[in-house]
């Protein structure tokens, strides 16, 4: 019985509730265009903040607010370097100093540069 009861209706979907009775919050219809030419326009509260782009219903791009400020430009930090990194643990003559020892190391034979560590173990 109970599976007939439920035949022909979708779950969750479908409410069943009329809006008569029910006051709606103020809106606004505020309009955007894309670079493409197409204009569109999206319902807001009175109160709600308008964003000044919006994605483009027709074809996907950004669509700025018709008779709006433009956005705001975003700060962009610049790309830290591997040098930037490096000068913030260590002054230039830390590694000056370091370069120094490393050079003196490799002028003394203390490493051999013409074995590599992988062709040495395929020998042995």
């Known amino acids: 019985m109970s599976e007939r009861a439920l035949r022909g209706t979708r779950l969750v979907v479908t409410s069943y509730e009329t809006d008569r009775g029910i006051d709606l919050a103020p809106r606004q219809a505020v309009e955007y265009a894309c670079e493409k030419g197409h204009r569109f326009e999206m319902p807001f509260s009175v109160e ?14 950004q669509a700025l607010l018709v008779d709006g400020d433009a956005p705001e430009e975003k700060k962009a930090k ?38 590599h560590p992988r062709d040495s173990r395929k020998s042995a």
């Open 78 to 115: 610049p790309a830290r370097t591997h040098w930037d990194m490096l000068m913030e643990r260590r002054t230039r003559e830390e590694l000056e100093e370091v370069l120094e020892e490393r050079l003196a190391v490799l002028r003394s034979g203390g490493m051999n540069l013409a074995v």
């Open 48 to 61: 709600a903040e308008i964003p000044p782009e919006w994605e483009c219903r027709v074809c996907g791009s």
